[in-house]
């Protein structure tokens, strides 16, 4: 089974209910129902790129639960350790039509959710290393003490294994105890990883650095080998272990739609184009295309893009 999967990653799904018209979400009475999860976003752009992806996670044994395996079998990802709780439920959100480029709101109803019980228990052996790359982020990391510590034995075990881990810290302040835990958390995986992919806001609360440098500098210190921090309206800024630095542009949106799940999308350009064998440069310019591809549309995975849509 040696390297049968290209990209593994670890995180919850819900089902997401997204409102069909503008305004207060106590006034809306029509939605469409999607799958969201910041990494599942992930996995998903990468099958849809033609890499071979699993996604591991815990889901209720109802319908939301069901709708996501579905999703998962659409996308051709493999959910062979996607283990179906008895006892929790798979979380669900609602989530706010925006109009004029603004974040949307979304209400969470996540709590005491089947993949707030995701534990080392759900490790794998032969599964995991039969993958290439890990990717992590911080909110599969915010759902539990179980569930980060899944995260960090992973992440501990597959580098000794010698393979490549990506992380995007993806702060969620709410579901943690203190920024302080949320910090050092957060960075005991991020100083794991190969590839790390901080927002300039997130890399300042992180790092306590405030340029994007200095949020490089800080992680390079501990051992990552590149980093690559989104600046927003002015691209990205990435610097590696051996000196190499630079920005890219960012790629001009006429009409953005829905902000949310630009992120999971640069990450997408990125991790797909280094296990490809690109230049940093090359995956930061990937990256941008896909996170602006993904913010034209209404959803958190329907912009990212096939292959033939990429047009590389």
């Known amino acids: 089974m040696k390297n049968a999967l290209d990209v593994i990653t670890i995180g919850e799904a819900m089902a997401m209910f997204v409102a069909t018209q503008p305004g207060d979400l106590a006034d809306v009475d029509r939605f469409i129902k999607r799958v969201a999860g910041a990494e ?136 943690w105890n203190s920024e302080a835990e949320m910090v050092e958390k957060l960075n005991h995986l991020a100083f794991q990883a190969d590839w790390v992919l901080p927002g300039l806001k997130e890399g300042m609360i992180l790092t306590g650095e405030q340029t994007p440098e200095g949020i490089a500098d800080f992680y390079l210190r501990h051992g990552v080998n590149a980093v690559v921090v989104k600046t927003g309206a002015d691209g990205a800024w990435y610097k590696t272990a051996d000196g190499e630095q630079g920005c890219v542009a960012p790629v001009k949106v006429d009409n953005v739609v829905d902000t949310v799940g630009a992120g999971d999308g640069f990450a997408v350009g990125i991790i797909s184009a280094l296990l490809e064998g690109c230049t940093l440069h090359q995956a930061v310019t990937r990256g941008n295309k896909i996170g602006a591809l993904a913010i034209q549309v209404q959803g958190d995975s329907e912009g990212l893009p096939t292959r033939e849509q990429l047009g590389e």
Not at 154 to 164: I, L, N, S, V
């Open 40 to 175: 599942l976003n992930v996995a998903t752009g990468l099958a849809r790129l033609g890499l071979k992806v699993g996604w591991v996670s815990r889901v209720g044994n109802d319908s939301f639960g069901r709708f996501v395996l579905n999703s998962l079998k659409k996308e051709g990802i493999n959910a062979q350790c996607v283990t179906l709780d008895e006892h929790h439920v798979t979380g669900f959100q609602l989530k706010s039509k925006t109009e004029n480029g603004t974040d949307p709101i979304v209400e969470y109803f996540r709590k005491g959710s089947a993949a707030s019980y995701l534990s080392p228990e759900d490790y794998n052996d032969t599964y995991f290393s039969s993958a290439r790359h890990l990717h992590l982020s911080g909110v599969a990391a915010a759902l539990s003490a179980t569930s980060y510590a899944l995260l960090a034995h992973t992440a501990r075990t597959m580098k000794a294994q010698g393979k490549t881990l990506s992380f995007d810290p993806n702060l969620c302040p709410v579901l």
